[in-house]
């Protein structure tokens, strides 16, 4: 749960930066139907153990189900994350409270604490930008002031709105509270993801007004594949068509990507939906019949063992011959620390501690792939792609980008600059740019076809065995693959986890023997794979909405 907490402060750290830099006044919201229990669960266990650590007491109260409200889960989060750890941050003793409550239409979230409170005057301006109170700043509380009104912006775009309250007098505490609209729950039937199907080819391009990219587009039309050309500085609802579109990649035109290319995957990356989604950029020139396409996915530091044995079988680099990983940091303790994850997966890893030395040790000897930092002095990650890229000994390497998780604005600057220098190279003449492009999808393509045959077998394997008592590691075990990546798998062609599609299976499968059986309750638990009644009970409200007696008399 302390990684957990972690991972979600990081993010959550993440995104004030990116949106306090690249992304100010930019901000996009997704717009799909959510069950806001299941939106806050995830931010409530975190404030709960953000409040215990302090020794704060703790209550949450909310239904387990419901209310539906119409919005983007990640910033919604973000919105009540970043209310949670201000009230925990600015309560020294007493405790910290998370309700929802119902007004007409609306529903309310609030944050309660029994911290420092706010003054009446200040009450009017803490929503402004770099707004720190002065007796938070006495108090020698840090912070950039940003929380707020970045929360403030999220909530106004989901049409609602967010206040505050507090007596005025230091130490009486304070509530945050945010307003939204409600939709109305149509049916509360258990939903299960559609099979993956094995003929994806849909391909975003990526522009601005203005900037010709039907070259490319009736090149790839040709070659079979669905493309869909979006302006982003005239649809504002670009983000939200990727989520719910899924395509195989997105391709961002040059200009584009030399400008905002980095914030661009930035976005991508913080929607789970979207954070596997391969992006490509690239220049092309007919008149001077020169081109260049450059990959743009990335991991951030410290990369993760089961995430370099996903790659590994990605690229399939088989081990039928020694391998060897050019592992390349300035940083001593994530180059030692990356060196024994490479080495924990069988291959051989040599080290270099900066972009020069990298170049001198790959003109020894060509490694099998390259763990590339992008932020290094002297000779960066940019300038290594720049050179390997102009070598036909070195060109088709593979290569995968790590990246600290916070970027600065000059950290973004630098990236994009980066890009805007290997694209503008021109080493390739048009033919060949259009041949790399077709080639890199075509590369993701059959990884997407192999990820979705992998789904098909486990979720027969689920349909036959839902009634045992199943866990992710058998299921990974019977299809030949590792637990880690079943889920990866699982996530990126249905957006849920093995273990949430299991449970959803046996729930619908109890929905059918309510409807058509006379078995008793407990029966039909056990039935469907739940070895204790209240705990299938318990989860049967939670993804129907009602109880299974309930259900079982609604529909008889």
């Excluded at 409040?51 to 704060?56: I, S, T, V």
């Excluded at 206040?163 to 509530?175: A, I, K, M, Q, W």
């Excluded at 992998?454 to 065995?465: D, S």
């Amino acid at each position: 749960q302390i990684n957990l907490s972690a991972q979600h402060l990081a993010r959550l750290i993440g995104d004030v930066l990116d949106l306090a830099s690249s992304e100010a006044g930019q901000l996009h919201i997704l717009r799909e139907p959510l069950d806001l229990a299941e939106v806050l669960h995830v931010a409530a266990k975190i404030g709960e153990e953000l409040a215990r650590e302090k020794g704060l007491e703790w209550r949450a109260q909310f239904p387990p189900r419901g209310p539906w409200v119409m919005g983007d889960r990640t910033r919604l989060r973000q919105v009540t994350l970043n209310l949670l750890s201000n009230a925990v941050k600015f309560t020294d003793a007493g405790r910290v409270e998370l309700d929802v409550s119902m007004v007409d239409q609306t529903v309310v979230v609030s944050v309660s604490d029994t911290g420092m409170g706010i003054l009446p005057d200040e009450q009017r301006t803490v929503f402004n930008d770099f707004h720190r109170s002065k007796s938070a700043v006495e108090s020698g509380y840090g912070g950039l002031g940003l929380g707020l009104a970045i929360s403030k912006e999220l909530v106004e775009k989901h049409g609602g709105h967010i206040e505050v309250r507090s007596p005025g007098n230091l130490g009486n505490g304070s509530t945050f509270s945010f307003h939204l609209p409600i939709i109305a729950e149509t049916d509360v039937a258990v939903e299960l993801p559609s099979p993956p199907t094995t003929s994806t080819n849909l391909v975003f391009i990526l522009a601005e007004r203005g900037e010709p990219c039907h070259e490319v587009s009736d090149y790839l039309r040709s070659r079979g594949f669905d493309v869909r050309v979006c302006r982003v500085d005239e649809d504002s609802e670009w983000l939200s068509k990727i989520i719910q579109t899924q395509p195989s990649a997105i391709i961002l035109e040059e200009h584009l990507a030399s400008r905002e290319g980095w914030a661009i995957i930035g976005m991508l990356k913080r929607q789970t939906t979207s954070e596997n989604i391969p992006v490509l950029a690239y220049a092309l020139n007919s008149e001077h019949d020169r081109g260049q396409m450059l990959e743009l996915n990335y991991f951030h530091k410290p990369l993760k063992l089961e995430q370099l044995t996903r790659e590994l079988e990605h690229l399939a680099l088989a081990q039928d011959e020694p391998q060897t990983v050019l592992v390349v940091d300035d940083d001593p303790g994530v180059l030692e620390l990356h060196s024994r994850i490479v080495e924990q997966t069988g291959r051989r890893a040599v080290t270099a501690r900066n972009g020069r030395e990298a170049l001198t040790l790959i003109e020894q000897q060509i490694p099998d792939l390259i763990l590339l930092d992008l932020m290094m002095p002297e000779l960066d990650g940019f300038a290594v792609l720049d050179e390997l890229r102009a070598r036909e000994s070195t060109r088709e390497i593979p290569v995968i980008i790590l990246t600290a998780r916070l970027l600065s604005d000059a950290d973004l600057e630098r990236c994009n600059r980066g890009v805007a220098s290997i694209l503008g190279k021109g080493l390739f003449n048009a033919e060949e740019t259009l041949g790399h492009i077709e080639a890199a999808l075509a590369r993701q393509h059959t990884l997407n076809r192999t990820t979705q045959q992998l789904i098909r077998k486990a979720m027969a394997y689920i349909h036959a065995h839902y009634s045992d008592a199943l866990s992710r590691e058998e299921i990974a075990e019977h299809i030949g693959i590792s637990a880690d990546y079943l889920t990866d798998c699982f996530r990126q062609e249905l957006g849920i986890t093995p273990i949430v599609y299991i449970r959803r299976y046996r729930i619908r499968q109890a929905c059918e023997l309510l409807r058509n059986s006379e078995q008793a309750i407990t029966q039909v638990a056990l039935a469907v794979g739940f070895s204790d009644s209240a705990h299938f009970a318990r989860t049967f409200l939670r993804e129907t909405g009602v109880t299974p007696k309930a259900y079982r008399r609604k529909r008889g």
